[in-house]
């Protein structure tokens, strides 16, 4: 956890083990280290193909116990979105991005068929230079 931040451990499950282009994927988020008396205040927003189900959230969490919170993505596209997860306490804020992986992951790695071999059994990638 970052030392100047707010303090708040943002703990996350996406529920959805597969989650579908155009359907609901519920995130079950848990904040912990709530200490303020004042509570901390939570600002959700999403990205990258992701909306949620009912907007931009912002509200308060209550000091003490550990506070749970399940919010529904929809991702409009494959690939990976984010959540993100603000909280703020005494002042200090934090930011969590949580991915949510719409179909199969890119590989990060090219095509076998794209490698060629060096002298030592490297497996090389070929790129043209200027």
């Given at each position: 956890?970052?030392?100047?931040?707010?303090?708040?451990?943002?703990?996350?499950?996406?529920?959805?083990?597969?989650?579908?282009?155009?359907k609901?994927?519920?995130?079950?988020?848990?904040?912990?280290?709530?200490?303020?008396?004042?509570?901390?205040?939570?600002?959700?927003?999403?990205?990258?193909?992701?909306?949620l189900?009912?907007?931009?959230?912002?509200?308060?969490?209550?000091?003490?116990?550990?506070?749970?919170?399940?919010?529904?993505?929809?991702?409009?596209?494959?690939g990976?979105?984010?959540?993100?997860?603000?909280?703020?306490?005494?002042?200090?804020?934090?930011?969590?991005?949580?991915?949510?992986?719409?179909?199969?992951?890119?590989?990060?790695?090219?095509?076998?068929?794209?490698?060629?071999?060096?002298?030592?059994?490297?497996?090389?990638?070929?790129?043209?230079?200027?």
């Open positions: 956890m970052k030392g100047n931040g707010s303090g708040v451990a943002v703990l996350f499950q996406v529920s959805d083990a597969n989650p579908q282009v155009g609901a994927v519920p995130v079950t988020l848990t904040f912990e280290g709530i200490t303020d008396p004042n509570g901390a205040t939570l600002r959700l927003t999403a990205d990258g193909g992701l909306s189900g009912t907007g931009e959230v912002t509200r308060t969490l209550p000091a003490g116990g550990p506070s749970t919170l399940t919010v529904e993505v929809v991702p409009a596209a494959e990976v979105g984010y959540l993100h997860v603000f909280t703020t306490q005494y002042g200090a804020s934090s930011a969590t991005s949580i991915p949510v992986q719409v179909g199969k992951a890119s590989s990060a790695l090219p095509a076998s068929k794209d490698l060629k071999q060096g002298s030592g059994g490297d497996k090389i990638l070929p790129m043209p230079v200027k």
